[in-house]
Nanobody, 126 residues
Framework: QVQLVESGGGLVPAGGSLRLSCAVS????????GGWFRQAPGKEREFVAT????????HTANSVKGRFTISRDNAKNTVYLQMNSLKPEDTADYYC???????????????????WGQGTQVTVSS
């Protein structure tokens, strides 16, 4: 069973930065596609960013484009989400997700993913 373990959440003032990490317990990690989603209180879970296997193509949601960057380190079996210029509306529980990759395909919906982390809380104070 593949496990995903997130870390890096916390409390940060508006304008600050955080980097979330998602460690994936699979030796073939380089063949996996990854994604980040978030769920704010009282709202549905929404897509944030995704990264493909192979070349590591990326796609981010319009709401975070230019502020958030998804990346991966295959040597460390880890996917990252660098979050800059944080806003109070970025406050949410952040979840990483993973699935077997398909060439350089990108996946931006929940149903595309088989495995999920437990979530890490991000709170941005105004």
């Amino acid at each position: 069973q593949v496990q995903l373990v997130e870390s890096g959440g916390g409390l940060v003032p508006a304008g600050g930065s955080l980097r979330l990490s998602c460690a994936v317990s699979d030796r073939t990690f380089s063949s996996w596609a990854g994604g980040w989603f978030r769920q704010a209180p009282g709202k549905e879970r929404e897509f944030v960013a995704t990264i493909s296997s192979s070349s590591g193509r990326t796609h981010t949601a319009n709401s975070v484009k230019g502020r958030f960057t998804i990346s991966r380190d295959n040597a460390k079996n880890t996917v990252y989400l660098q979050m800059n210029s944080l806003k109070p509306e970025d406050t949410a529980d952040y979840y990483c997700a993973a699935r077997r990759g398909f060439f350089e395909s990108l996946f931006d919906t929940e149903k595309d993913y088989n495995y999920w982390g437990q979530g890490t809380q991000v709170t941005v104070s105004s």
